[in-house]
């Protein structure tokens, strides 16, 4: 889990006003000024500042306060949403804490996004306002229950003082108060509410109280997104606004030498023509023009500082650091356990680089006016999108305002460290020079060939078995790029030459694995890494959970039986592991020509087991059904978790199966999903998801149910044919036939 980062590293926020950046959870209520009318409650996460400085730091630009939960007079309750929702049903979540502690009605909630502000929107987990690790629910649980308990508690007194009654009398329930025959809506009582002191620790329901939370219902954004009225970043269009499109170079590290750009202006629609420290961008009145334009550039680029590796150079380099000592990641002494071991296993494996490939690609709009920059777009690190603006236009990061629109999808991509497309739309409207708004397209090419990947990691490991198959050491050494070194994220994952992401997975394994040392090489290439759904338990889950597979066929033993015995200390992960392999049927006979695997994974604090069930048709693996147990604490709403582990599951298995970026020279060779192959729906298994019980804080979903399926589907080929696949996708690594 990452750290605080500091904030000194990111662009220009250095000599930002930093008295308002403390944080603590104290709730408070004011009245919307300029409104007239209606209840604002927010969590305004100060540690005891003086009052004038935190009415200074709970404003926005335009002196409106901004917090959690607004009730307005015609009776919307709007819940101000501080995490991006890319699809995983984050807006719903939140909306569904405060829903429930406020008894409202669910059709009076409406979602927004909460703007650009990390005094109060930051996100507990990594010191700045933005979404990823799966942590949205986890760091929001309590904050935004209190935010609805306490607006409760608020209408609650100013009901019992309009109708002279006491306040234990007063009932709320679906958005309606009541007192014997007294009546009123929440919109009704807000502006009366407004003038009560806010609770201090205001009392929150106990889960036999529950009216939403652990119950499945439709999520609040499905009409929208199904009639198509939900407005991203794409569909964005403005009075005067022009579309740009940015021609970077093929490899990765290479800059503009020249550029004739004559036959591009000719085309109808062509504004203008810009070089930047990116790249080249076309500026048109619509798309079509701006692509087609940026085609009939006839640009020169200076490749002498680019990367000319090709992937297959890239991994031929990677081998052999493998078969040298790395940066001890957790020590053990697993070289003399191995010398006296019966039997050794050693295996090699390689992971490529793969895209996120999003639904919606990178965009971005942005306007540059009167000395303050305003972004719309679907941003996930609003922090550091702010301050890298901020620092193009040399303006603060508080006169950078970002309107979050909702994404589709991202997968990490939205989530960058160096805000990649939004500087490129910036620094067009600046070199521009122009008032109106800009919009930045990418095309699909420009994703798939962008960077920005999950580094490609080779692993080599050796595990000393003893005559009875108990393993007595392991020692293992991972290859590949740190995501976080050289950001702003570095002092918090990066530890002693460790990137934690790297060996998450491995070097704190539950198994009870003695003498276990792993060592890491961190490698730099042309294309910029960066996390990838579920991050480092992409490769590390399917490296550990193919080897424990092996090994327990090694020692002539039950997977899911060796597995437990492995993890006697961890009743979490045994209680989904025993769970999936009872919904599967495990220990039973499979149908003929089927084949079972099994793995069990732990990452972002949740727990997945996953039972894949695996045909071969024509030398090819079928998967025909994933069984999922799931643990990720009280579950907010049932549906949503297993719509995430569903999701995953294909996620996961487009990857493992088909997916991956290649170079040849330096020049990335896809550009589409032709090239670029995910999973196609004829391909998706029947899933089925069980969620365990539990009482436990919320953990996260979004990406858990990626790493499981992986190995899960390598072992039942493993059982069906005998050949472990260690070289991915399987479209390379598997040979049968």
């Not at 033993?557 to 961890?570: A, Q």
């Not at 069984?627 to 709403?637: E, K, R, S, T």
């Amino acid at each position: 889990m990452l750290g605080p980062i500091d904030l000194n590293e990111l662009p220009a926020f250095a000599g930002a006003r930093r008295e308002a950046l403390p944080l603590d959870r104290r709730l408070f209520v004011r009245l919307a000024l300029g409104t007239g009318a209606g209840l604002v409650i927010g969590g305004l996460i100060k540690t005891a500042p003086a009052a004038a400085e935190t009415a200074a730091a709970s404003k926005t630009a335009d002196g409106i306060f901004t917090p959690f939960v607004q009730i307005s007079p015609d009776n919307v309750v709007t819940v101000l949403i501080k995490h991006q929702d890319k699809g995983q049903g984050v807006a719903t979540g939140l909306s569904t804490l405060v829903a429930d502690e406020l008894d409202a009605d669910w059709a009076q909630i409406v979602p927004e996004f909460a703007p650009a502000n990390v005094a109060l929107y930051k996100n507990f987990a990594f010191g700045v306002q933005g979404t990823g690790g799966s942590t949205a629910i986890a760091n929001s649980f309590e904050q935004y229950r209190k935010a609805g308990a306490a607006a409760r508690a608020m209408i609650v007194q100013a009901a019992a003082k309009r109708w002279g009654v006491a306040a234990e009398s007063v009932k709320i329930a679906k958005g309606v108060v009541t007192s014997g025959s007294n009546s009123a809506t929440l919109g009704e009582l807000a502006k009366d509410a407004a003038t009560f002191p806010v609770p201090a620790d205001p009392t929150l329901k106990t889960p036999d109280q529950f009216t939403y939370i652990g119950k499945s219902f439709p999520r609040l954004d499905s009409k929208a997104k199904t009639t198509g009225a939900r407005i991203y970043t794409q569909d964005v269009q403005m009075p005067g606004m022009l579309v740009a499109t940015l021609a970077r170079p093929a490899r990765f590290g290479g800059v503009v030498k020249s550029v004739d750009d004559k036959a591009a202006r000719a085309v109808k629609g062509v504004v203008d023509v810009v070089t930047t420290s990116r790249g080249v961008a076309v500026l048109a009145t619509s798309t079509y023009p701006a692509i087609r334009a940026r085609e009939l550039l006839n640009i020169t680029w200076d490749d002498s500082k680019a990367d000319m590796r090709g992937t297959d150079a890239l991994i031929a380099e990677y081998q052999k650091l493998a078969e040298t000592p790395g940066v001890v990641a957790k020590k053990g002494d697993a070289d003399a356990a191995l010398a006296k071991a019966d039997r050794v296993v050693e295996a090699s494996y390689v992971f490529p680089y793969l895209a996120h490939a999003p639904m919606e690609p990178m965009n971005c709009v942005a306007q540059f006016k009167d000395g303050r920059a305003t972004l719309w777009t679907g941003s996930q690190l609003q922090t550091v999108d702010q301050a890298v603006t901020a620092a193009i236009f040399g303006i603060k990061p508080e006169d950078v305002t970002i309107n979050t629109l909702w994404a589709g999808g991202s997968f990490g991509r939205r989530g960058v460290y160096d805000s990649d497309y939004i500087a490129e739309t910036a620094e067009i409207v600046k070199v521009t020079g122009r008032s109106e708004p800009i919009k930045l397209v990418w095309t699909r090419e420009d994703d798939i060939k962008g960077g920005y990947y999950r580094p490609i990691y080779v692993h080599k490991v050796r595990v000393g078995l003893d005559k009875d198959g108990a393993i007595v050491g392991w020692h293992h050494r991972i290859v590949g790029q740190s995501i976080a070194t050289g950001t702003p994220f570095e002092s918090a994952i990066v530890k002693d030459g460790i990137d934690g992401t790297s060996v998450e997975g491995v070097s704190d394994t539950p198994y009870d694995v003695p003498n276990m040392h792993v060592e890491l090489h961190s490698t730099t290439a042309g294309p910029r890494p960066l996390w990838w759904r579920s991050v480092g338990h992409t490769h590390t889950a399917y490296v550990m959970e193919t080897m424990i597979d092996e090994i327990a066929v090694a020692a002539g033993k039950d997977p899911v039986e060796f597995r437990l015995s492995l993890l006697t200390k961890h009743p979490r992960h045994t209680g989904v592991l025993k769970l999936a392999a009872e919904k599967a049927g495990w220990g039973t006979p499979a149908p003929e020509g089927v084949f079972r695997g099994v793995a069990v994974h732990e990452s972002f604090k949740s727990f997945v087991a996953e039972v894949a069930e695996v045909r071969l048709v024509d030398g090819k693996p079928k998967v025909e059904r994933v069984v999922a147990a799931v643990d990720c604490g009280l579950a907010v709403n049932p549906d949503n978790i297993k719509a995430q582990v569903e999701g995953g599951v294909g996620f996961g298995l487009g990857a493992v199966l088909h997916s991956k970026v290649t170079m040849k020279d330096g020049v990335v060779e896809q550009g589409n999903f032709d090239s670029y192959e995910v999973l196609r729906i004829n391909e998706m298994p029947h899933v089925e998801v069980h969620i365990v019980p539990s009482t436990e804080a919320p953990t996260g979903i979004g990406e858990p149910g990626v790493p499981p399926v992986g190995p899960a589907v390598a072992n039942a080929i493993a059982a069906g044919t005998g050949q472990r696949v260690r070289v991915l996708p399987f479209d390379v690594g598997l040979k049968l036939g």
